[in-house]
């Protein structure tokens, strides 16, 4: 019978049982021992051990003997006296033991002698007098133990063999005999295999050990480096992966001297690992290099592995970044150095209200040394300001914000009174919970000193102390906000001194300086305490007089000023004498108004008082003050129009009424209001007048109508065009060169189709400069027809001094001429006129055939009005002209005289 592999196996493995088997010892039932006396008696190393406390409860003689303490000794210390492992890294292996159920670890313990042995340590929870105690069997870890079962499983083989051989030579006639043999060979089976199966209970707590080692070698974050005495790294954790960046393949067999950041660390920290003095743990810390180069500050615990004879096998480091815990330290000792070294005063205040600690400028601003101030509540260090309102926002706001911003007053230990800026902010835990107080201030004293001296700079006249133009606008708008709370009324005056010039330049500034100061006293003196009265400037000043009632006289206040102003001052033997002129006006009006606006109204009055006479006071017109803002408002909406385009021209044909032929047309300004519709001139063109926006919209005009013209020529129809020109607008000493401007924007048109009406009031003002910018304009090319002539003075200077080709009759006199003698009268001496100093003769206003049939018999043939057309959109002109015929009463019969070449 040839044996097989797996019967051999099998056969070696019942041989070690019995073997082991044989060796252990036997107890009868009676003989069983209790658990004290196994407990205290088995040679075994046993502990029992607390789990929360990792206290060693008890220790048996085996445990003194191989540790190496008395059992008083070792009762007294904790698992992490004898474990080299930390007792952070022992409390967790001890909880995680509980958890798991798990009763091995392989330790290394420290001896009483200094040394340290690797052991195998086995625990399980055991309930002792109804305590729950890690029962824990220590057993040192030798080679010889590593050897025993490879020992007797080699026996066992050779056994198994030799059985084989022998069964094999054997003939089937001797099997019989083996029976019996083979019977023994079951019992040494059976036992064999018992005794098997302890060694393999014991091999794999060994297998589960060497894994709960490893885990927690791996599990541990910080980097575990072992090296040999040379340097080379033989074993590392993912914590090194971690921390270094290097992975396990990189950090085994590599020097360890890669992980610093300069070489002499390396070899310094070498020397020290291996010195004569480090048979105990090292601590230090030195900066370490990762794999991409950045480099961070550590600690190391670093411990020398030695034989039995003290010669280094190698060391381990646990090395931990503590880059972090660095800059928190450093963070604490910047904020310990600004409390101690800066300018504001610091408080620590605990919840109670109690100071808990100082810095030294708080004894710099307050006087009270560090120990007067410790244990002092805050109540009796400020009770000045805690008698006062402000502090009941101060607690409130602590206690809804956490913070709060203000000013007290205290008292120094010098006894003077000080002001502090102080704010205060609570301090909580990461439960919400309030810690502290941390108040932080400083004293402001001087600068609310010099705050008051810049105020009063700020707010009050240097040479009279009164208030300023600032300080009366405050005032003025609170007596406002005032006033209208309780239904009374306001006045405000604005005073300007007459004669005040004339003594300053006859007996120079500082007899006026003190002219002005003796009748700001005086003027003080006449008001109410309730009214304040400020200089604005120069010798102009300003007056409030608040809760004056509705209805009741206000004069009796004015003549005060003015009698404050009005009587004689003398200065070094001097007889001074003002006026003054007051402009007055009063709050509230109909329409709201400004503060601002209120003493504008007061200067316009008091100019007003001056235009009266001086030495008086004027009421402030509000009728007239809406007038002109509406008048301003108008102007502004008329630029406005500018601006947008709103402007149109409609032009009105010029008829030669005896041969019905169409000459010109007069252009004339709309304004196509968005919302009011189309605007005669009459309606907008007053407000213009006598402001610069007259020129504006005359140069408008000007352009349109060129535009037009040009527009008609280029059809064929060849029209001359009138147009208005304002007073203002010719009046303008670039008036020639901008109508110069606007027709080189058109050199196709013809300049003698142009025709500029101008009225009689423009020549009135300046005749002689209306005259010269005429003949500088007909140099262009341009005519020139007075309008509306016979309305203004018509004096025959005009007709001789201005170089005018036309006269347009108004039509004032044409349309009335019907029934009015005296207009008739008129109408036909202006005819004459005309013709006297050869002019070219245009009525206006001709609004029925009759009206035609009058000025010809009259020998005045070109007319414009009603009875021709009404002013019409340029659009419409051309199919107007080719369908107009004139009435059969204008035109001539066939034995009448020719017309008048002069109005070819």
Request: glycine share 6%.
């Amino acid at each position: 019978m040839t044996s097989t592999p797996k019967a051999n196996h099998l056969l070696s493995i019942l041989l070690y049982a019995f073997t082991i088997a044989l060796t252990q010892p036997a107890y009868s039932q009676a003989e069983m021992p209790t658990f004290n006396q196994a407990f205290d008696k088995h040679p075994a190393t046993m502990l029992l051990i607390d789990p929360d406390s990792k206290r060693i409860v008890n220790a048996n003689a085996a445990a003194a003997n191989f540790y190496g303490h008395s059992e008083t000794k070792l009762e007294s210390m904790t698992v992490a006296d004898l474990n080299m492992l930390t007792p952070e890294q022992v409390a967790a292996e001890v909880k995680l033991a509980r958890q798991e159920g798990r009763q091995f670890f392989i330790f290394r313990h420290l001896m009483a002698d200094g040394s340290n042995r690797k052991v195998e340590v086995r625990t399980v929870p055991l309930e002792v007098d109804g305590q729950v105690l890690l029962y824990s069997i220590i057993t040192p870890v030798t080679a010889k133990m590593d050897k025993v079962v490879s020992h007797y499983q080699d026996q066992l083989e050779a056994m198994v063999d030799v059985q084989t051989d022998q069964i094999a030579s054997k003939s089937r006639q001797v099997i019989w005999a083996m029976g019996g043999s083979i019977a023994l060979l079951l019992v040494l089976i059976f036992l064999l295999y018992k005794s098997m199966r302890r060694g393999q209970e014991a091999r794999r707590k060994a297998e589960e050990n060497e894994a709960t080692l490893s885990s927690i070698f791996d599990g541990i974050s910080d980097a575990i480096i072992c090296a040999a005495p040379d340097g080379k790294i033989i074993n590392a954790n993912r914590g090194s992966e971690a921390l270094f960046g290097y992975t396990l393949d990189e950090l085994i067999s590599s020097d360890a001297d890669r992980l610093y950041k300069q070489a002499a660390d390396a070899s310094s920290y070498q020397d020290l690992q291996y010195s004569e003095d480090s048979h105990n743990a090292a601590i230090y810390e030195t900066d370490y290099r990762r794999a991409n180069g950045s480099s961070f500050r550590g600690e190391t615990l670093a411990t020398v592995i030695a034989d039995p004879q003290g010669k280094p096998l190698g060391y381990i480091r646990v090395i931990r970044d503590i880059t972090e815990r660095k800059k928190s330290h450093e963070k604490l000792r910047l904020a310990a150095s600004v409390f101690k070294h800066t300018s504001e005063g610091i408080m620590i205040i605990s919840p109670q209200g109690t100071l808990l600690d100082t810095n030294d400028a708080y004894t710099l601003i307050t006087g009270y040394s560090h120990n007067e101030a410790i244990g002092q509540n805050i109540r009796d260090l400020f009770w000045e300001f805690h008698d006062t309102g402000d502090a009941q926002a101060m607690y409130q706001s602590l206690q809804e914000h956490g913070h709060w911003e203000g000013e007290l007053e205290t008292t120094h230990a010098n006894s003077s009174s000080r002001t502090l800026k102080l704010t205060i902010n609570a301090i909580r835990d990461s439960q919400k919970s309030l810690r502290q107080y941390v108040a932080l201030f400083y004293d402001i004293t001087d600068q609310k000193l010099k705050d008051e001296q810049l105020r009063s700079i700020a707010h009050y006249d240097s040479l009279t102390n009164l208030p300023n133009r600032l300080l009366l606008a405050d005032r003025l708008e609170h007596g406002m906000l005032q006033i209208k709370r309780r239904d009374l009324s306001l006045a405000i005056v604005y005073l300007d001194l007459d004669g005040f010039k004339a003594v300053n330049d006859t007996w120079g500034h500082e007899v006026g300086d003190l002219l002005l100061v003796e009748i700001a006293r005086r003027m003080k003196f006449a008001l109410r305490e309730t009214d304040t009265v400020a200089r604005l400037g120069g010798d102009e000043f300003a007056a409030i007089f608040v809760d004056l009632p509705k209805g009741l006289p206000y004069e009796v206040y004015l003549l005060r000023l003015l009698k404050a102003t009005n009587e004689p001052v003398y200065i070094n033997n001097l007889e001074l004498k003002v006026s003054a002129s007051l402009g007055v006006t009063f709050y509230p009006q109909q329409e709201e108004i400004t503060a601002e606006q209120l003493l504008r109204q007061a200067d316009q009055a008091m100019y007003q008082a001056k235009l009266a006479g001086k030495g008086r006071y004027h009421i402030f017109d509000s009728d007239l003050a809406r007038n002109i803002k509406h008048q301003h408002e108008e102007i502004e909406r008329l630029k406005q129009a500018v601006s947008n385009n709103e402007f149109v021209l409609h032009y009105q044909p010029k008829v030669n009424m005896r041969t019905a032929q169409v000459f010109g047309v007069e252009a004339l300004i709309r304004w196509q209001h968005p919302k009011k519709g189309l605007l005669y001139p009459a309606d907008f063109l007053p407000l213009t007048e006598e402001h610069a926006l007259a020129v504006d919209i005359g140069e408008w005009v000007i352009e349109a109508a060129l535009r037009q013209l040009a527009l008609w020529h280029s059809q064929g129809n060849m029209l001359s065009v009138s147009i208005n020109v304002g007073p203002r607008q010719l009046q303008q000493d670039n008036f020639t060169e901008r109508l110069e401007e606007l027709l080189n924007r058109y050199p196709q048109i013809d300049p003698g189709y142009i025709e500029l009406e101008v009225l009689e009031s423009s020549i009135i003002r300046d005749l002689n400069k209306v005259s010269q910018t005429m003949r500088q304009c007909i140099q262009l090319g341009v005519n020139f027809a007075l309008d509306d002539f016979g309305t203004g003075y018509s004096s025959l200077r005009y007709l001789k001094e201005l170089p005018a080709s036309t006269v347009k009759i108004d039509r004032g006199f044409v349309f009335d001429m019907l029934s009015d003698k005296e207009d008739l009268t008129v109408l036909k001496g202006i005819i004459q006129l005309g013709k006297l100093f050869n002019k070219q003769l245009v009525a206006e206003g001709v609004e029925s055939v009759r009206h035609g049939e009058v000025l010809l018999s009259l020998d005045c043939d070109l007319a414009q009005g009603y009875a021709i057309a009404r002013p019409m959109p340029a659009e419409e002109m051309s199919s107007w002209i080719a369908q107009w015929q004139a009435p059969a009463e204008w035109l001539p019969a066939p034995e009448n005289k020719p017309e008048n070449s002069m109005l070819k």
